[in-house]
């Protein structure tokens, strides 16, 4: 008997035969009839009924191709918008401001991972006194996300940025706008000036830049941090942290010179 990927070869063979034409006419391929096509993809379809593993192994391929070719585009778009990522003078800096590594981190300040990571971020800042991290507000998760980050990146005027920034990242419960106002009075912040500040286009203008590059560079979901040309999406432990931190030591990587935000 013929097996079915045999009668598949046989049909696709007869459909490419060039009929009645002359030998030595160059042969235009016979498109399948309807019966043919069905024919075709009825026999696909039992195969991959009778072999899922094939079926898997063909999803975990396209799965590891799609993968490379992400993470290609990523380091090449890395290097492309490398002054963007590090330079931003909007972003606001913690660590050393002219540091020998740079850390960036995308975040939202409702991500319950996001907060997770942060302890672990404040004790490598501690533990690393030649790191410079740069914060991109990436606000994903609603209005309030929104809001959140509007707050934060006005705060940077008064001179409180950090402050408000770790008292967001250890809030618990909701983040609402009255809670965001709450946090901004118990660090210090003048909250009607922070409000007027909180609407200035170049606020609107560092979202719209961070959102942009966030798309460009394949990031969808927070945290994701960058160092050098890895991307690590997620939360980061702090040793895996500081093994990129010391190979980028080693290859000489130098961070940009913007101030660092008090």
């Known amino acids: 008997m013929i097996s079915r990927l045999r009668r598949l070869a046989l049909l696709l063979a007869l459909a490419a035969a060039p009929g009645l034409a002359p030998r030595e006419a160059a042969a235009e391929p016979v498109p399948l009839t309807e019966a043919q096509k069905a024919a075709v993809q009825q026999l696909i379809h039992d195969y991959y009924i009778e072999h899922p593993e094939a079926l898997i192994e063909a999803f975990q391929r396209a799965q590891a ?25 909007q ?26 990571a942060h302890p672990g971020m404040a004790g490598l800042l501690a533990d690393e006194p030649g790191l410079r991290f740069v914060h991109k507000q990436l606000p994903v998760l609603g209005p309030e996300s929104v809001f959140a980050a509007r707050a934060a990146l006005a705060s940077v005027a008064q001179g409180r940025y950090l402050a408000f920034h770790d008292a967001m990242m250890g809030a618990s419960g909701a983040l609402t706008n009255e809670a965001v106002f709450a946090i901004a009075d118990r660090v210090g912040l003048d909250r009607a000036r922070l409000a007027r500040d ?13 959102a ?24 980061a432990e702090p040793a895996a942290l500081r093994q990129l931190i010391a190979a980028q030591r080693q290859g000489g990587d130098r961070a940009g010179t913007a101030a660092v935000i008090r």
């Not at 090449?76 to 330079?87: F, H, N, Q, T, Y």
């Not at 590594?101 to 319950?112: G, L, M, N």
């Open 91 to 116: 972003a606001p800096v913690a660590g050393n401001a002219r540091g020998d590594v740079t850390i960036v981190e995308f975040f939202d300040y409702r991500c319950a991972y996001c907060k997770k």
């Open 65 to 89: 191709t799609l993968r490379a070719q992400q993470q290609n585009t990523a380091k090449r778009m890395l290097v492309e918008r490398r002054d963007e990522l590090v330079a931003d003078p």
């Open 198 to 210: 909180m609407v200035s286009p170049e606020v609107d203008a560092a979202l719209a830049r961070n």
């Open 212 to 235: 942009a590059l966030a798309k460009q560079l394949g990031i969808n979901g927070t945290p994701s941090f960058v160092v050098g040309d890895m991307m690590i999406p997620g939360v």
